[in-house]
Structure formats: C-alpha cells, structure tokens
C-alpha cells in the first residue's frame, strides 16, 4: 500500500515498464455561494472545492524527492493544498514522453475539475496519502 511519495517513487521503479507521473497540484477553496455551515466547515479544515493550479509530468528519476518537488511547485507562485498523482506505462522499457503524457494530464485535470478523484493519489504538502471524502 502507498502512503507516502517516498512509497510512490519505490512503487513505480519497481514496474516492468518505465513510468511517467501525473501531478494536479490543487488548492482547497470555498465556492462563492457557500452557505454559512460550509464556511465554519471550510475554516475546520474540511469541505470546499478542490481546484487545479499547476499540473506537470515527470519520470519517477526527475522527481524522486517530494521536497524538491514542494519547492519547484513555489516557484511557480502558486499556493496549493493537495496534489494528485496518476502513472503512465511505457513500452519497450521507454517511459511515456511529455507529448504522450499531454492528452491523460489534461483528462486527469478534467476529472478532479469533475470531482472524479478516485484514480488518483492525493498526497497533503508533506509528501503524505491523504483520505478525501
């Protein structure tokens, strides 16, 4: 079981075929038309809208340290919450290229706009699985 980005990355060098990793980066936001008790919720910490702010793909080797990560993400200007992981297989011991990873990034995006975040891994700003729901 993955409970940790550490786990991730030990995970996917582990497959027959190289991968390629997904990242949504999403910020936790409350919607304008929130009523009073999602508010008090929100400021608890739970409820809101999940929102992508930054997306990318990587091979496990150009990301093998969620800090490194952490701060690439801040260097982006862009605050977030959670992000959700995905892996593509490659073929012939090739990983997937940024070009193939295009069209499944901006479908994953899509998703978690959707709410369909169950495919996904979500990791918090620790580098730890995270249970949303």
């Not at 929130?34 to 999940?50: D, I, N, P, V």
């Not at 940024?98 to 499944?104: H, K, R, S």
Request: a negative charge; charged letters at 25%.
């Amino acid at each position: 079981m993955i409970s940790s980005y550490q786990d991730l990355i030990q995970a996917s060098r582990s497959q027959q075929e190289a991968q390629r990793l997904l990242y949504v980066f999403c910020r936790a936001e409350l919607p304008d038309e929130a009523s009073e008790e999602e508010k008090a919720a929100f400021e608890r910490g739970e409820g809101g809208a999940l929102t992508p702010v930054i997306c990318v793909d990587k091979t496990p080797d150009e990301a093998p340290d969620f800090g490194a990560l952490v701060e690439e993400s801040r260097a982006t200007g862009q605050s977030w919450d959670v992000v959700f992981i995905a892996a593509m297989s490659g073929r012939g011991g090739m990983a997937p290229s940024t070009d193939e990873a295009q069209q499944p990034l901006t479908m994953m995006v899509e998703s978690i706009r959707l709410g369909h975040i169950g495919n996904y891994l979500p990791l918090d700003i620790e580098g730890n699985a995270v249970s949303l729901g």
